[in-house]
């Protein structure tokens, strides 16, 4: 099994940067998505970090550390459609199936 | 391209009966997964297709059942339905279920 641990939710300011943290213990570990979801809506695909450090995607960047069982999502110049839940989903070593965290809400306020 | 589609969005079934649902993937497509999301356990994986084959399966009853067609389409049963399993359902689809899923766009299921 997985335990996936995410904080709930967290605020910042549009323009700033802000940075969600995922932590999992995994019995077998292949990868770690992040995905965006949007009220109301269905997740949206975000990152894929198979190995360890950071891969930068335009404002959204996503790093990992296997080791620790770390991961965080790093967002920078935040718009307020960015407002939405971050799921953090570590995928499984023998099935590929990822395992889905609660997800955390930001909310990005002027 | 076009994207994942499911029919019908929106379903209103009572205690005891059944329900299908159906997913389209991305063309080109052969993982077919399934979800429950509700807001108290969050995403939680039912099942996965691959070639016309239950590659996967989650923690879920046997009254949860799924199919995969050749073309890759996909469909969910409930049987005796509940009313925990009110939730909105989710298809996602892979090029091989290794790689980033993409998801349609849910069909919400309320059962009285």
């Known amino acids: 099994g997985q335990n996936i641990d995410q904080p709930t939710e967290m605020t910042a300011t549009e323009g700033a940067i802000v940075q969600i943290n995922c932590t999992y213990q995994?019995?077998?570990?292949?990868?770690l998505f992040w995905y965006q979801q949007h009220a109301g809506e269905a997740p949206t695909f975000l990152s894929y970090?198979?190995?360890?450090g950071l891969e930068e995607k335009g404002r959204f960047s996503s790093f990992l550390s296997r080791s620790k069982g770390y991961s965080y999502l790093l967002l920078k110049e935040l718009q307020m459609k960015d407002s939405a839940s971050y799921l953090c989903?570590?995928?499984?070593?023998?099935?590929?199936?990822?395992?889905f965290g609660r997800g955390t809400s930001l909310i990005v306020h002027p | 391209k076009a994207g994942v589609t499911q029919t019908p969005r929106y379903l209103i079934k009572t205690r005891g009966q059944q329900v299908t649902l159906s997913c389209s993937p991305i063309?080109?497509?052969?993982?077919v997964s399934w979800y429950q999301q509700t807001p108290g356990q969050g995403l939680q994986f039912l099942f996965e297709?691959?070639?016309?084959?239950?590659?996967n399966k989650g923690n879920f009853p046997g009254r949860f059942s799924g199919r995969q067609f050749s073309n890759s389409r996909s469909e969910m049963n409930v049987s005796t339905l509940e009313l925990g399993d009110s939730a909105l359902y989710l298809c996602?689809?892979?090029?091989?279920?290794?790689?980033?899923?993409?998801f349609g766009p849910g069909t919400r299921l309320t059962v009285t």
């Open positions: 063309s080109g497509h052969r993982s």
């Open positions: 297709y691959f070639s016309e084959t239950q590659r």
């Open positions: 995994t019995s077998g570990f292949n990868g």
């Open positions: 989903a570590p995928s499984d070593g023998g099935s590929y199936i990822p395992t």
């Open positions: 996602a689809s892979s090029l091989d279920g290794v790689r980033e899923q993409y």
């Open positions: 970090n198979v190995l360890d």
